[in-house]
């Protein structure tokens, strides 16, 4: 199974395209359809990482690109992976990149969560863009917390140890 840590997200099936199992993948802000520019893309299914072989990758506008995989070939095969986390293996230059120079959010899924005052709150597990408010998705114990992806909620982030730890405004979370 690949790991999340050697991936990065870039985006989630939103919905079908056509009959033939075509798809559409909505790309996050800082994406293009150059970042699908690889042999294999990897779904998020049941929390782990599935490669599909992408067989043909073509932009629909601005944040949607057309995608083929060779393993779903019809309508009801696509249907099923509707709302499926899309991972493009890191490159080089993003596993070298320094978190202060290029931040992206993205880079942070997998780590695990620490807030001031209430200890572990669980992990990354996702971003999401919602009306151009993007949030961390984070796991606790399937207990789904969203967090505003905010610069100063961020108290400091430790690469080593893949952990974030955030000072949140008192009520952000109930745990």
């Known amino acids: 199974m690949i790991d999340k840590h050697s991936c990065r997200q870039i985006g989630v099936i939103v919905k079908t395209h056509g009959i033939a199992g075509e798809m559409v993948v909505r790309l996050f802000e800082e994406f293009s359809i150059d970042d699908m520019d690889?042999?294999?893309?990897?779904?998020?299914?049941?929390?782990?990482?599935?490669?599909?072989?992408?067989d043909e990758a073509r932009e629909k506008n601005q944040s949607d690109v057309l995608v083929k995989f060779e393993q779903v070939q019809s309508d009801n095969a696509a249907l099923n992976l509707i709302d499926a986390p899309v991972y493009a293996k890191k490159s080089e230059e993003d596993t070298e990149a320094n978190i202060s120079e290029d931040f992206s959010a993205y880079q942070l899924v997998g780590y695990q969560?620490?807030?001031?005052?209430?200890?572990?709150?669980?992990?990354?597990?996702?971003?999401r863009d919602i009306s151009k408010n993007p949030l961390f998705e984070i796991d606790n114990d399937g207990v789904e917390l969203l967090i505003p992806i905010?610069?100063?909620?961020?108290?400091?982030i430790d690469d080593e140890q893949q952990l974030v730890m955030f000072d949140l405004p008192e009520g952000l979370i109930n745990i």
């Open 38 to 54: 690889a042999e294999f893309l990897f779904l998020d299914l049941d929390g782990g990482l599935v490669p599909f072989s992408l």
């Open 150 to 156: 905010v610069e100063h909620f961020i108290a400091g």
């Open 113 to 127: 969560c620490q807030a001031v005052g209430h200890g572990p709150i669980g992990e990354i597990v996702a971003i």
